[in-house]
């Protein structure tokens, strides 16, 4: 069988515009971080390298197929993450030459946080495994029989994999966890799910008293079954700008 074309993919400066110089760069194992004073921006950009599984050998993924998947994907993400925070800085007295240099630079024209994912076929940061795959009759603990369930999307920040599904795409429907009347109807699953490439974890799980919150309060959190970002989110990223940029304190602001 004809193996599958490798597809090249670029990236849109509209949302990743290139760093200008002055800017302190940093990669990590799950994301690069750029902090772009002259652009006010910081720049999150993870790299993806896809496996593309179809269990029906007649559904195969065409070329086509990919770039739709990717750029969908990526549009849904950004909806709900890209340019919805910004990040505050201060920079104590002790503080290094560079950093104090850095936030002069910023001045307090407080950066926007951006996101961007880069399709790579090789040196990824994250693995994401993406099946053709429909809605399926499995056992509902919560209502104690079997019905049309969809497939469930996931995120292992250990070994920086992930499992999606092309009717991913699709919105979903999140119940209420008591009244398990629908919540919200437009349920965005791949913007749940970046959550967890940033680190955060389900919130409608029962919540270690030293997270600091009651996520069981918070139903319309995007870590929950909402759409709704919170500055905790963001705390993957405000911890390794404080590596990037020693003696400086971040805070990140919601709009």
Not at 123 to 145: A, L, N
Not at 169 to 188: C, D, I, Q
């Given at each position: 069988?004809?193996?599958?074309?490798?597809?090249?993919?670029?990236?849109?400066?509209?949302?990743?515009p290139?760093?200008?110089?002055?800017?302190?760069?940093?990669?990590?194992?799950?994301?690069?971080?750029?902090?772009?004073?002259?652009?006010?921006?910081?720049?999150?950009?993870?790299?993806?390298?896809?496996?593309?599984?179809?269990?029906?050998?007649?559904?195969?993924?065409?070329?086509?197929e990919?770039?739709?998947?990717?750029?969908?994907?990526?549009?849904?993400?950004w909806?709900?993450?890209?340019?919805?925070?910004?990040?505050?800085?201060?920079?104590?007295?002790?503080?290094?030459?560079?950093?104090?240099?850095?936030?002069?630079?910023?001045?307090?024209?407080?950066?926007t946080?951006?996101?961007?994912?880069?399709?790579?076929?090789?040196?990824?940061?994250?693995?994401?495994?993406?099946?053709k795959?429909?809605?399926?009759?499995?056992?509902?603990?919560?209502?104690?029989?079997k019905?049309?369930?969809?497939?469930?999307?996931?995120?292992?920040?250990g070994?920086?994999?992930?499992?999606?599904?092309?009717?991913?795409?699709?919105?979903?429907?999140?119940?209420?966890?008591?009244?398990?009347?629908?919540?919200?109807?437009?349920?965005?699953?791949?913007?749940?799910?970046?959550?967890?490439?940033?680190?955060?974890?389900?919130?409608?799980?029962?919540?270690?008293?030293?997270?600091?919150?009651?996520?069981k309060?918070?139903?319309?959190?995007?870590?929950?079954?909402?759409?709704?970002?919170?500055?905790?989110?963001?705390?993957?990223?405000?911890?390794?700008?404080?590596?990037?940029?020693?003696?400086?304190?971040?805070?990140?602001?919601?709009?």
């Amino acid at each position: 069988m004809r193996p599958d074309p490798i597809v090249k993919v670029k990236h849109s400066s509209k949302q990743a515009p290139a760093a200008s110089t002055g800017s302190v760069s940093k990669h990590f194992d799950w994301a690069d971080i750029t902090l772009d004073p002259e652009k006010s921006i910081v720049l999150v950009r993870q790299k993806w390298k896809y496996i593309w599984v179809a269990d029906n050998p007649s559904e195969r993924w065409t070329a086509v197929e990919k770039r739709n998947f990717h750029r969908r994907a990526e549009d849904l993400i950004w909806r709900a993450w890209n340019r919805k925070a910004i990040l505050q800085m201060t920079v104590g007295a002790s503080a290094p030459a560079a950093s104090k240099a850095l936030a002069e630079r910023v001045n307090g024209r407080w950066p926007t946080i951006v996101f961007d994912i880069e399709w790579v076929t090789e040196s990824p940061q994250w693995t994401v495994t993406v099946k053709k795959e429909g809605r399926t009759f499995k056992m509902d603990t919560d209502i104690g029989k079997k019905r049309l369930m969809l497939p469930r999307a996931s995120v292992d920040w250990g070994t920086r994999t992930a499992n999606l599904f092309l009717i991913s795409l699709e919105p979903g429907v999140a119940r209420h966890p008591v009244t398990r009347l629908p919540f919200n109807s437009n349920y965005n699953t791949p913007a749940h799910e970046f959550g967890h490439f940033l680190q955060n974890e389900d919130e409608y799980r029962k919540t270690p008293p030293d997270r600091g919150f009651d996520a069981k309060e918070d139903l319309d959190s995007i870590m929950y079954m909402g759409d709704k970002l919170r500055a905790r989110h963001f705390e993957s990223l405000r911890k390794s700008l404080s590596e990037m940029v020693p003696g400086c304190a971040f805070v990140v602001v919601v709009k």
